[in-house]
């Protein structure tokens, strides 16, 4: 593979100094942008863009073609996992994702399997290979994945929710087959991520996006636990071991302590909790990414500015971010902001650094 030319992001994740904060955006490669829209019409569906190697690669690379971002993250789906079980993913305009065959039962779980990684899932790892190929060592690639706890939302409820009351009661009323299901899928969770750095990812991220629904004692019983777990398997892999790896659990800022226990690189953090108290709870154990309010990004570019620099100052100088937002980026963002917002965290992270090295 060709030589990295910029590895802050990896640098970072390893809490190592870089010459200025690395950025990137969650969901950068998405509807914001009229070059996707373009593309994922030509595709016919997001089923088809996502499933189709060159089309994934070719919106991968969109962003970094308008943005000077540190990352590339390799465009897919949460939900590829569930999919290739077999419970017939389908995205409705304006509704979200739904799946034909929701788990429900007992016998529904038991016959779930960890997915053929070169047969059901060959088409992402196609991906990142083709991802890592045209990149041409530019930046490095992130490959990620849903959660145990975000994927069983979606395939007991069956679709989106706010609450996910469906798979919670699941919990609730039979415990032992939650565990089962779950199990199931940190084991997928671990073997996708493995088949992703075997085919080139650089980073890896675990999306929980729903881990905040859950009360502290379930959280630590239905999420962080198997989170965990993955994080042991991908540490025990050599295709895995050496590679950072990123937790992300929206609303779960009281459990940053907790998390960075896991062993994981870093931990990405929303923007409803202070990064400097982020930094005091996890101690200097994991790197942390984020977290500007993406509605930031509605705003005017004076606003950005400000608020980029007040995310960057409540870190401060020190080894181990990342700027993120606190969530994906939103459709109706002007595409002009985020070039304010990327500009800006490379230009101030700068000043920052001149600061201390002139005190």
């Known amino acids: 593979m060709t030589q990295l030319k910029n590895d802050r992001l990896l640098r970072a994740l390893r809490r190592e100094p870089v010459d200025t904060t690395p950025v990137w955006v969650m969901r950068q490669a998405g509807r914001y942008l009229p070059e996707y829209r373009a593309t994922r019409a030509k595709a016919g569906s997001f089923m088809d863009l996502a499933q189709n190697p ?7 690379l969109q962003p970094l073609a308008r943005f000077d971002l540190d990352a590339a993250i390799l465009f897919s789906d949460i939900l590829t996992i569930p999919d290739a079980m077999g419970l017939g993913l389908s995205f409705a305009e ?19 399997a960890v997915p053929d990684m070169d047969g059901e899932l060959r088409y ?20 990620f994945s849903g959660s145990p706890w975000t994927l069983a939302c979606y395939m007991v409820e069956g679709h989106g929710s706010r609450d ?25 969770v671990a073997a996708y ?11 890896l991220m675990i999306f929980d996006t729903w881990g905040g629904l859950l ?8 999420s962080l636990r198997y989170m965990a777990q993955i994080v042991d398997a991908l540490k025990s892999d050599a295709h895995t071991r050496d590679l950072p790896v990123i937790l992300f659990s929206k609303g779960a800022g ?12 870093a931990l990405g953090v929303d923007w409803t909790i202070d990064l400097a108290d982020a930094r005091h709870a996890v101690q200097g154990k994991v790197a942390l990414q984020g977290n500007l309010d993406p509605a930031v990004l509605r705003a005017s570019p004076e606003i950005i500015r400000r608020e980029v ?5 409540s870190f401060g100088n020190h080894p181990g971010h990342v700027f993120n937002l606190g969530h994906g980026i939103t459709p109706e963002v002007d595409p002009e902001h985020v070039k304010v917002l990327v500009d800006e965290v490379h230009a101030y992270s700068r000043v920052l650094r001149g600061a201390k090295a002139s005190a």
């Open 54 to 60: 060159e089309l994934a690669c070719e919106v991968t």
């Open 94 to 112: 304006g509704e979200g994702p739904q799946f034909a065959h929701p788990v429900r039962s007992r016998a529904d779980i038991e016959k779930l």
């Open 124 to 143: 992402v790892m196609d991906a990142v290979r083709l991802i890592r190929r045209e990149l041409d060592g530019r930046v490095p690639l992130i490959g």
């Open 164 to 188: 996910f009351a469906t798979p919670k009661a699941l919990c609730w009323k039979e415990p032992a087959l939650a565990h089962t299901l779950l199990d199931t899928l940190a084991r997928s």
């Open 193 to 203: 991520l493995i088949a992703q750095a075997a085919a080139g990812a650089q980073a």
């Open 215 to 222: 009360n502290p004692s379930s959280f630590r019983e239905f």
């Open 254 to 265: 009281a459990h940053l302590a907790e998390m960075a226990n896991t062993g994981c690189a």
């Open 309 to 313: 620099r007040a995310v960057l100052d």
